[in-house]
């Protein structure tokens, strides 16, 4: 943050040049974040699996971004991580879903849910923080689910990794706390991305998200991302060991 930044009161300071990394972000929230991220003047990193993707990611943003072709469940990315200069915010991003009823629960798909949504986020996590303590500072968010906080029909994996990313976020929250590292959640209800598209195509699934969310619409990538702002800039600074729910009123019922 330059000397013009620090002279603003908080709620008035953004991320200009800061370094931001997404996870996830050739797709969906992730690259809605990474958008915002660095229309608002972040230096950000997106790392995605799909080369395409992040190159066309890199032709709609409106300020350069750095692509990374990276699997979040390998070791590269978290060598790639650490050795970075400076790392002022992490979005974890990356993760997927695979709705089954419990009984029918493939040991693949949980698995596979595992590995991703929890295992790979904590490794992702371990290694931005890693570069953020030569600093004393830094925004970790990671990306949760209003699954995190309710239970769900036919999500019984999906809803246990959001559960412990939101246990995750409140533990480092208060060992790194200390050491100047904010660690916070989004939870999201259903926002219409390429994961949630063929669920909300129901009729019928679609009519009860909507029964559930009362501001009486679907969340837009948009929403997300605008939350991912506010925890990524000094605004929160104080902001720590929470989950910020972007979800229309659906968990307080």
Same mark, same amino acid.
């Given at each position: 943050m330059?000397g ?8 008035? @300071?953004g $991320? #200009?040049?800061? /370094?931001?990394? %997404? &996870? !996830? ?15 608002a003047?972040?230096a ?10 992040l190159?066309?990611?890199a032709?709609e943003?409106? @300020?350069? $971004? #750095?692509?990374? /072709?990276?699997d %979040? &469940? !390998? ?7 650490e ?7 992490l979005?974890n ?11 029918e629960?493939t ?9 991703l949504?929890?295992?790979s ?28 906080h ?5 999500r019984?994996v999906y ?7 939101e ?15 904010r ?5 999201p209800t ?9 669920y ?7 009519e009860?998200v ?5 501001m ?13 702002l ?7 600074g104080i ?15």
């Open positions: 330059d013009t930044q620090q002279e603003l009161p908080v709620w008035a @300071r $991320v #200009e040049g800061q /370094v931001a990394l %997404v &996870t !996830g972000a050739g797709r969906g929230l992730g690259r809605a974040c990474a958008l915002a991220l660095a229309e003047g972040a950000v990193v997106a790392v995605a699996r799909t080369e395409a993707d190159h066309s990611l032709a943003a409106r @300020r350069p $971004v #750095e692509t990374w /072709v990276e %979040v &469940t !390998g070791e590269a990315l978290l060598r790639r991580i050795r970075l200069d400076r790392l002022d915010v979005v991003n990356a993760g997927t879903n695979r709705p089954q009823p419990f009984p629960v040991d693949a798909a949980l698995d596979q849910l595992l590995d949504n929890v295992r986020a904590f490794r992702v996590a371990r290694s931005a923080a890693r570069v953020m303590l030569r600093r004393k500072s830094g925004s970790i968010i990671h990306m949760s689910s209003q699954m995190g309710v239970g769900a029909v036919e019984t809803c246990m990794t959001k559960h412990a990313i246990g995750l976020s409140k533990a480092m929250a208060v060992e790194l706390g200390p050491q100047g590292i660690v916070n959640a989004v939870a259903f926002i219409e991305t390429p994961m949630t598209r063929p909300l195509e129901d009729p019928a699934f679609a009860f909507r029964s559930m969310i009362k009486d619409r679907f969340g837009s990538v948009d929403d997300v991302a605008a939350a991912v506010y925890l990524a800039s000094p605004a929160s902001v720590t060991g929470t989950s910020l729910r972007v979800d229309g009123g659906w968990t307080a019922h």
